[in-house]
């Protein structure tokens, strides 16, 4: 990859590439192209190795105890297939650093979602040692998600993205809010962004194609604004998501683990700080959020009333396949085949992202 990028730009282009948040594009169009392609490649081979490693030394995802028999029949899928995602992304970085090409936009984006991954990659490695499904300790996690998170938050403030007005849906105008509210709204947003994508990776390609959905869709924005450098990062991204995806669609040969869902969350929560649309990701990400809302439901009700309001949360596990439900709960109870509830699940995720992009206007 690092080859292809020296071998692409001349000295006198890199001279001439003003690093700048607006009309600045990453690279020329022939080389974005080039870029995507190599890294989608990079990322499907990356992710086949990955299978083949674990299938050889006999690891594995260790499956969750949901009360209920789920996912048991998924006992023995390799895991911790985000580490393509994570290593193509660093060296992506790597590359447009040493090419001069590395604008204040996509750095942000790529300390976000590198940072995160590295916390998501610490917790699949605990797992591994342990064999248990319980990874890093909460607090610990939390703890290093806010360093990521300041860290994210200080290159914001550098750029001068805080003194920014945030987009609100619907509205034309932004709003200008004070520098403290905006920097715990983007803590808030990289935390709680990762965590949701994190919920939602529990059937295979769902994450995927929900994440790919809401980067297309801060992509679109990313275009309206004038954010160059950014779209055409946002479109190598999804190349490298894409490469992974081809392994992770039901029936699953490798599942993203917290590596992947915490470098995907990163890299969402991130771009959404980027473009100063905080408050449309209930929109671009409406799924992930679904999903979070459902566990902030079910936990209290169930503490409360000794009743769940779902069959399993988050929400998705609400229409699989269960054996073993020996408890009542409010809601009716739906079976769908898998690949049926991911289906559908992205369907509503592009169509309230379509939504979220007219709103948006």
């Known amino acids: 990859m690092i080859i292809l990028i020296s071998g692409t730009f001349t000295q006198s282009e890199i001279e001439g590439c003003t690093i700048g948040w607006f009309s600045v594009s990453l690279c020329p169009m022939n080389s974005v192209v080039e870029l995507t392609i190599v890294s989608a490649i990079a990322s499907l081979l990356l992710t086949r190795g990955l299978i083949l490693w674990q299938r050889i030394e006999g690891l594995s995802q260790p499956i969750r105890d949901y009360g209920p028999d789920i ?16 290593l193509v992304l660093t060296l992506l970085g ?45 607090r610990y996690k939390l703890l290093l998600q806010a360093f990521v ?8 403030y550098g750029q001068g993205l805080f003194h920014l007005p945030l987009r ?15 920097v715990g709204l983007a803590v808030l947003v990289l ?15 769902l994450a995927s194609g929900t994440t790919l959905i809401t980067l297309g869709a801060l992509a679109a924005v990313s275009y309206l ?6 779209l055409d990062f946002l479109v190598i991204a999804m190349g490298i998501i894409l490469g992974f995806f081809w392994w992770n669609v039901h029936p699953a040969h490798i599942f993203m683990g ?38 902030m ?32 709960f409010y809601l009716p109870n739906i079976e769908w085949p898998e690949p049926l509830i991911t289906f559908r699940f992205w369907i509503v995720a592009a169509f309230v992202a379509l939504i979220g992009l007219l709103a948006y206007r």
């Not at 942000?108 to 990874?135: E, Q, R, T, Y």
């Open 71 to 86: 996912h048991q029949h998924k006992k023995g899928t390799p895991t911790m297939g985000g580490l393509s995602l994570l």
């Open 94 to 138: 790597i590359g447009l650093a040493w090419a001069g090409r590395l604008t204040p936009l996509v750095l942000l984006a790529l300390v976000s979602s590198v940072g995160f991954g590295l916390i998501g990659l610490l917790d699949d490695a605990l797992k591994f040692w342990k064999k248990h499904s319980d990874g890093l300790i909460g």
């Open 149 to 156: 998170s300041g860290l994210v938050c200080w290159i914001a």
């Open 168 to 182: 609100l849906p619907f509205l034309s105008e932004g709003v200008s809010w004070p520098l403290m509210v905006c």
């Open 191 to 205: 935390i709680g962004t990762v965590t949701a994508v994190n919920f939602n990776d529990g059937l295979d390609g």
């Open 225 to 230: 604004q004038g954010h160059h450098d950014l």
């Open 258 to 295: 917290d590596t992947g869902s915490f470098t995907l969350g990163g890299l969402v929560g991130a771009t959404a700080i980027a473009t100063r649309t905080e408050f449309f990701l209930p929109l671009f990400a409406f799924v992930p959020m679904i999903e979070v809302i459902s566990v």
């Open 297 to 328: 439901i079910q936990v209290p009700t169930y503490k409360l009333t000794r009743k769940r309001v779902f069959k399993v949360a988050p929400v998705h596990h609400h229409f699989e396949r269960a054996k073993g439900i020996n408890y009542e």
